[in-house]
Every structure is written in C-alpha cells, then in structure tokens.
C-alpha cells in the first residue's frame, strides 16, 4: 500500500511538473517558453476577437484609466474594457461610430474620447455620443480620402484637447472647436489637406506635431511654430519626453531623441529590432521600450535588450504599448495581438474565436 501511495505521489509531482496549475502554480523551469505562457495565461480571461480573419487587424491604442481600467483599441474588433477581472467589447452596435479604434484617452473629468475613422466619441461611463467636428471654413474636399479620420487626443495642461485629424488640427475648449493650422501649404497622410497623426506637449508648455507627408516636425510654443528636421527625414511622429527631458520620436527609419540641441538617431545598426518604430513610451524606472515590426526593445539609456515571439511575444508586430500601475507592460501587435509582460514572463491575453 506504501508502494501505491509513493507512486501515486511521483506521478502527481511529474504531473504537475509537466502542465503547471490551473491557478498560475510553480512551472519547471527548462519548459518551452511557449508552453510556460500558455500555461501561465491559462487561468487568465482574454481579449476574443470575432470579427475578421485571423491574421488580419491590430491592437493598435492603449489606456489605463483612473479607475485602473485598462481600455484596448483595435482595427475591425472595436474597443475592448479590462477590469481585471473580464473583458468587455463595445462596437458599433453599442454606440460607437466605428469598430477601427485609433485613439483612447481620458479626460480631467473622468470622460473617455475615442478618436475612428469616422470622428470623435465621447464616452460618459455608460453611453456613447457622437462628437462632430467641425471643419474649417473654406478647406477643399480631401481629395486623396472621403473619412473624418481621427488619428490621435491630447489634452494640455490648460484642459484643452487637441485633435490629430485628417482634415487638419482641430482645439476644443469645452464648448466649440477652433481650427489650428501648422503648414497651410503641406500635405498629410491619407489627405490632400494638411495634417499631423500625434500631437504631444512637453514640460514647458510646447506643442510638438508630426505625420507622414509632412517634412520634418513642428514646435508651437504658444507664438510661432518652428519646424525642425530630425536628420534631414521627411516626418517624425512625437511620442513622449522623457525623465531627462530629451523629446523622443519615431518613423519608419528609427527613432530620434532630441535633447533641445541636436537629434540623435537609434536604427537597427545601434541594437533596434527593426528601423521601423511605431510606439515609444517610457516605464517608472526610466527605462526606454520601442515597439516596431520586429518585436519589443527596452533601453536602459546604455544598451537594448529586445524581445520577440522567440521569447513568449504575441507577436513580433507591435502598434501599442501600456505601462499599468503595477509596472507590467502591455504590448498590442498585430493579428489582434494582447501580451502581457511582467518583468519576466510574457502571458498571451487574446484569441480568436469564430
């Protein structure tokens, strides 16, 4: 009988050596890493998408609220509301104008803004309304693109929001919207009229544009708008200042730190995954992450250490990036891609469903 009851424990033991726990247990540690996330997420709800094929879409924008929400835009699957404990979809059908989510942000008040393909809602906590823009007077019909396009928000430090558009740059004060021209003769991306994709305020109150089709970025320091050329490139999209105060962009031939002075260029060649950069933020420890088409960077200020689907990534297409309270980082990717990244393990939150 002791025999039985030795041997059922040494099976038991290699059981759960081999497949983990339901609830996150320990796991050996010489397994695949692709079998350590999957058995890691288990346990864990996940980001389903409907919507499409599978290979198709994005997870392309990111926010934690206040309330320590966590909210997902995606390309076809709408907007996706984690509280930790579920995910909730929204789509058209709940009241947003599209299910192409470009741009999530919250308010002083609390409010939610989503910026789609088809304009603006503002979402209150429990309904969605629909915000039209206005378009400045005399601006010709967009001849490359009929949409109401929204690409990014961004509310400054007198609560004003700023809306990235197709149709130019558009201020709202709370009760009416006012058109702010950067380059009367440029052109933008996907429009015949100009425009920039993300808009970014610095500490001391600057305004920073740019987009693809633009050359180079704009400064608006309250007076006048100075346009700056990071290394003789076309455009720059700015992302985020950094502890040190140094202004940090991307494009699609690297990233660009700028330090008040000069820029300095990151690329595949200094420890980059790839030269195309879509996402830069920066964590609490002041560390640097790139997400681009190669996978994940994280830079220390010395060095990159990178990570990619070899590691346990989702995938290696990466179009968002979240630090949450807790530290851990969030990576969005391509084929509606959700990873979670903890410091040292990634764990898969999403799937496809039919």
């Not at 998408?49 to 709408?78: C, H, M, R």
Request: hydrophobic letters at 35%.
């Amino acid at each position: 009988m002791k025999k039985y009851f030795s041997q059922m424990r040494v099976f038991t033991f290699l059981t759960i050596l081999l497949f983990g726990t339901a609830c996150n247990g320990p796991v050996k540690k010489d397994l695949p890493k692709e079998e350590i996330s999957e058995s890691l997420s288990a346990a864990h709800p996940k980001l389903i998408k409907t919507i499409g094929s599978p290979k198709y879409g994005n997870v392309q924008s990111a926010l934690q609220d206040k309330a320590g929400n966590l909210w997902f835009g995606t390309t076809e699957n709408g907007l996706y509301k984690y509280d930790g404990k579920s995910f909730t979809q929204f789509l058209v059908s709940d009241g947003l104008n599209s299910n192409n989510i470009n741009a999530i942000l919250e308010d002083k008040d609390g409010k939610i803004w989503i910026g789609t393909p088809a304009g603006v809602c503002l979402y209150d906590g429990k309904t969605f309304a629909k915000i039209q823009i206005p378009l400045r007077k005399n601006l010709p019909p967009n001849k490359f693109r009929k949409t109401q396009e929204v690409f990014s928000i961004m509310q400054d430090k007198s609560g004003k929001l700023w809306f990235a558009t197709i149709n130019g740059v558009y201020i709202y004060d709370g009760k009416s919207f006012t058109p702010f021209i950067i380059n009367e003769g440029g052109v933008g991306y996907m429009s015949s009229n100009n425009n920039v994709e993300y808009i970014l305020e610095d500490k001391a109150g600057n305004i920073w544009f740019g987009g693809r089709g633009n050359k180079g970025v704009f400064r608006y320091d309250g007076k006048s708008i100075t346009n700056l050329k990071p290394n003789g490139d076309n455009w720059a999209w700015p992302a985020l200042q950094d502890k040190n105060g140094n202004i940090w962009f991307s494009n699609w031939s690297g990233a660009y730190r700028y330090d008040g002075k000069s820029f300095t260029s990151f690329t595949k060649s200094d420890g980059l995954l790839s030269d195309s950069v879509m996402r830069i933020i920066e964590d609490k420890n002041g560390n640097i992450w790139f997400g681009g088409g190669g996978g994940i960077c994280r830079y220390d200020g010395k060095a990159f250490t990178c990570f990619t689907t070899k590691d346990g990534l989702i995938n290696n297409g990466v179009w968002a990036i979240l630090e949450d309270k807790t530290g851990s980082i969030w990576m969005g990717t391509r084929e509606t891609g959700l990873s979670l990244y903890d410091g040292k393990t990634f764990i898969n939150y999403s799937e496809f469903k039919h």
